[in-house]
């Protein structure tokens, strides 16, 4: 069946990848009250492991060597990548916007390359400056709803934008450490081994939050959450996107990662009935400008 749906075009493979990530955030916000954060995250990728399981185990055991000797890498990118990032977001979405928290996750670019500074002081051009700079005054916008002098007040986050802020800096962090990953572990193993680290890392949170008064419910709403977000945004769009990366490149492929933010929007208001405001439009305008002028403009000058 994989196989099958693996034969579409590589283009329709990113739209449906795009559509999934962004159906994740809209699912998280729609379900909120009825489903428990960390219950959902935990339970999303307990049912992905189960099912890549079977296939992974052999990766694992041609690749145990290098896990051996590089198990505190692979340790730290599991945590900042499949316990804590959706986890971040999902607690976020308790009380924030869909619309916005999805146009707070399309500045990580600029913030992987600001990491990868910080972390090998990966040459930033004085154009790449410019890009962050106007990426993040477009974070503010979205984040004081397009009053930035609140932020002189201090009181213009709220528990859930600091969350998914939180989660936007986990996901930056591990990609900007991607490239310390084994390369003597296939990416499936190495997708499988996250997951399972992430799910022994969330299990005693999820039983605290169990414990504390948000079991897990059994009902269709539960069942068919941890189903969607278990399959589609998981292990779909991981297939999806690595084999388009196989076909037309990873510079390519990339680029499609901005329809993510306009699916998200787009399924935030038909379903969720979400308003669009003009701090929206000048938060996502400034921040896809700093994108473009830091990773492709910024980058052509560098060569």
């Not at 379900?31 to 990766?59: E, N, Q, Y």
């Not at 499936?188 to 299990?203: E, M, P, R, S």
Request: some cysteine; hydrophobic content about 60%; glycine content about 8%.
């Amino acid at each position: 069946m994989f196989q099958r749906v693996l034969n579409i075009s590589p283009y329709g493979l990113l739209v449906l990848t795009t559509l999934f990530w962004a159906g994740n955030f809209v699912l998280g916000r729609a379900v909120h009250l009825d489903v428990p954060p960390i219950g959902l995250s935990f339970w999303r990728w307990t049912t992905a492991l189960v099912i890549i399981l079977p296939f992974v185990i052999p990766h694992w055991k041609r690749g145990l060597p290098a896990i051996r000797q590089h198990w505190f890498i692979l340790l730290v990118l599991a945590v900042f990548s499949v316990a804590c990032f959706n986890t971040m977001v999902y607690l976020g979405l308790q009380t924030a916007p869909a619309s916005s928290s999805i146009l707070l996750q399309s500045a990580c670019p600029i913030i992987i390359l600001m990491l990868s500074w910080l972390f090998f002081r990966e040459k930033v051009s004085l154009l790449q400056s410019v890009g962050m700079l106007i990426s993040l005054m477009g974070v503010v916008v979205v984040v004081t709803q397009g009053q930035p002098a609140a932020i002189l007040g201090m009181d213009f986050l709220n528990v859930g934008t600091a969350w998914i802020l939180l989660a936007v800096f986990c996901w930056a962090i591990y990609s900007a450490l991607l490239r310390l990953k084994p390369k003597e572990l296939s990416p499936f193993g190495f997708f499988g081994l996250t997951v399972l680290i992430g799910v022994l890392v969330l299990l005693p949170f999820y039983i605290n939050e169990t414990l504390n008064g948000r079991p897990m419910p059994i009902n269709s709403v539960s069942i068919m959450s941890v189903l969607y977000v278990g399959v589609f945004p998981s292990i779909l769009s991981y297939l999806f996107w690595n084999k388009a990366v196989a076909e037309l490149g990873a510079n390519r492929t990339g680029q499609f990662i901005h329809l993510v933010p306009m699916f998200g929007i787009t399924l935030a208001v038909v379903f969720l009935g979400e308003s669009l405001q003009a701090f929206h439009f000048i938060g996502f305008f400034l921040i896809l400008s700093g994108i473009w002028l830091a990773t492709v403009i910024g980058r052509k000058a560098q060569v």
